[in-house]
């Protein structure tokens, strides 16, 4: 079985490649409406509270807004520029999309070494080999996160190559928006929450040790977010929308039989389940910022890459949508992004010294500067976030 064939193999290839051309973020606008920031406020959040501190800190006019100029994808702090050693980074699903433009744009600095934690470890040797990732600046190592087992061959597999870890990104993600009945990840939870939240609600949690070990001077863990999982966004609005509920589903196992596959304990849906699971994603980073942060002085955040509507996200969606959606994106919402420009935002949160605030939600405006996003309310409800937590570490078998 594949997951058996856990590989440790360091990258034996390197074929340089031609970048695509890169979209540039214009007015991120629709019939006057701004998408890329529009928000409703939820001023009951504590999110938003300690937003407002953090704003009256700064003095910021603007409460849900903080941006930030655009900086180099690596642009080292002055001081630290010629001790730092190479940076070494986790990210998951770096074998297309946003994982490996994000490890090609880590990579081409020269300032980091990509662990590319795949399902499909051909698949990640073609990938890295085409997007000429040199083979010193990364190393693939078998990860289905749809089996709790593998997430934990991972973590010894990678424990056993020696390397330290700095920065873990949570990135890899199904979506299933056409399916009829649910599938099941190998511990049965329903595949999509099963994999983009449990499998790296485990893997985030065993390697919170490595992270604490490192002496890097910054540390982080990037769990990969969506507007499309916050409901205080038009996206966040087209049906099915996000509702994680009184989490029984999740309660009972997600798996079909004795409870629902939905976190809501609803009917099957699995556009809502990947929505679902993305608010899942965004709660466990501000539940990690709560409980881990002061202690570890590890950095935890969440982001939106804006949408990257050629990727293989959508692989599973009917043929129309495939054609009509990137279009749709890029000369109607404005809010289509490259993924090679993608890959150079989840490399900013990844390595900027700018921005290692924890526990926040960044997003990109108009101009391409990150600022500090307002998650919905749902996504940023702390008694839910810590609901969620302890249910996943049931699941998962941590508690
Ligand atoms: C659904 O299918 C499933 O049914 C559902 O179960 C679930 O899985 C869901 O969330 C997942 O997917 C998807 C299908 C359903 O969606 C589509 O195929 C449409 C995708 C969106 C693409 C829209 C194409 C519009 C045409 C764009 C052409 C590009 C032209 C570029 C050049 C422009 C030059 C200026 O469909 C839907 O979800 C609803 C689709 C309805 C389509 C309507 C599109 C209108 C877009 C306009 C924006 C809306 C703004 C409203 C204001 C109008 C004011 C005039
Ligand atoms: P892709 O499908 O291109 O990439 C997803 C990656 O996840 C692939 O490498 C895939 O591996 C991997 N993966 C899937 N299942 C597993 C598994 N069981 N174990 C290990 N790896 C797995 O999609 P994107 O690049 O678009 O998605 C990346 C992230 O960005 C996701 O978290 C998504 O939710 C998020 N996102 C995407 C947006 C978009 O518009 N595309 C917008 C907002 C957020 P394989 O190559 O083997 O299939
Ligand atoms: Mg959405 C107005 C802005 C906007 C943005 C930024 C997105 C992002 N979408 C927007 C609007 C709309 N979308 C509108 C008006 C419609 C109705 C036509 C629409 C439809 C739509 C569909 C059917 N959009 C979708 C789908 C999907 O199947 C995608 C999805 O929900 O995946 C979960 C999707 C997305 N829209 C986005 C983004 C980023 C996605 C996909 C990726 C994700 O959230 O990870």
């Given at each position: 079985?594949a997951l058996?064939a856990a590989s440790l193999v360091p990258a034996a290839f390197s074929i340089?490649k031609?970048?695509k ?68 980074v986790i990210i998951t699903g770096a074998s297309s999309g946003l994982g490996l433009a994000t490890a090609k744009a880590l990579a ?6 990509v662990i590319m934690a795949c399902r499909d470890f051909l698949k990640a040797e073609r990938a890295a080999k085409s997007a000429g990732i040199?083979k010193?600046n990364y190393t693939i190592i078998h990860l289905d996160l749809a089996s709790?087992?593998s997430v934990?061959?991972f973590?010894?597999n990678f ?10 990104v949570c990135n890899a993600a199904v979506y ?19 994999t983009n939240?449990?499998g790296h609600?485990?893997l ?20 990969v ?83 990257i509507?050629t990727t293989g996200l959508f692989r599973e ?22 993924e090679e420009?993608a890959g150079?935002?989840l ?53």
């Amino acid at each position: 079985m594949a997951l058996q064939a856990a590989s440790l193999v360091p990258a034996a290839f390197s074929i340089p490649k031609e970048g695509k051309s890169s979209v540039s973020l214009k007015d991120s606008s629709l019939f006057g409406i701004s998408f890329s920031d529009y928000l409703k406020v939820d001023s009951s959040s504590s999110a938003l509270r300690s937003k407002r501190d953090f704003n009256q800190r700064v003095g910021a006019v603007r409460a849900q807004i903080a941006p930030t100029t655009t900086p180099a994808v690596n642009r080292a702090a002055p001081e630290s520029k010629k001790t730092l050693r190479k940076g070494s980074v986790i990210i998951t699903g770096a074998s297309s999309g946003l994982g490996l433009a994000t490890a090609k744009a880590l990579a081409e600095t020269g300032k980091w070494h990509v662990i590319m934690a795949c399902r499909d470890f051909l698949k990640a040797e073609r990938a890295a080999k085409s997007a000429g990732i040199s083979k010193e600046n990364y190393t693939i190592i078998h990860l289905d996160l749809a089996s709790l087992d593998s997430v934990r061959q991972f973590v010894d597999n990678f424990r056993q190559s020696g390397r330290p870890l700095d920065v873990l990104v949570c990135n890899a993600a199904v979506y299933y928006p056409t399916a009829k009945e649910p599938t099941f990840t190998a511990e049965g939870f329903e595949q999509s929450v099963g994999t983009n939240h449990l499998g790296h609600f485990l893997l985030a949690r065993l390697l919170l040790d490595d992270l604490n070990k490192s002496d890097y001077p910054s540390k982080r863990v990037i769990i990969v977010g969506s507007i499309t999982g916050n409901t205080n966004t038009l996206a966040g609005n087209v049906p099915p929308k996000a509702n994680l509920g009184d989490l029984r589903g999740l309660a009972g196992g997600l798996n079909g039989l004795n409870s629902s596959a939905m976190i809501d304990g609803g009917d099957f849906d699995g556009a809502k389940a990947y929505k679902d699971s993305k608010v899942c994603n965004m709660l466990t980073m501000q539940e990690f910022h709560r409980r881990y942060h002061e202690e570890t002085g590890i950095t935890f955040a969440s982001l939106y890459p804006g949408c990257i509507a050629t990727t293989g996200l959508f692989r599973e969606h009917v043929p129309l949508f495939r054609a009509l959606f990137p279009p749709f994106q890029k000369y109607i919402t404005k809010g289509y992004v490259s993924e090679e420009d993608a890959g150079k935002r989840l490399a900013q949160v990844v390595s900027d010294p700018s921005l290692t605030k924890s526990g926040v939600y960044w997003s990109w405006n108009k101009d391409s500067a990150s600022f500090e996003n307002q998650l919905s309310q749902e996504a940023s409800d702390a008694e839910k976030a810590r609901k969620v937590w302890e249910v996943s570490e049931k699941l998962v078998g941590l508690a």
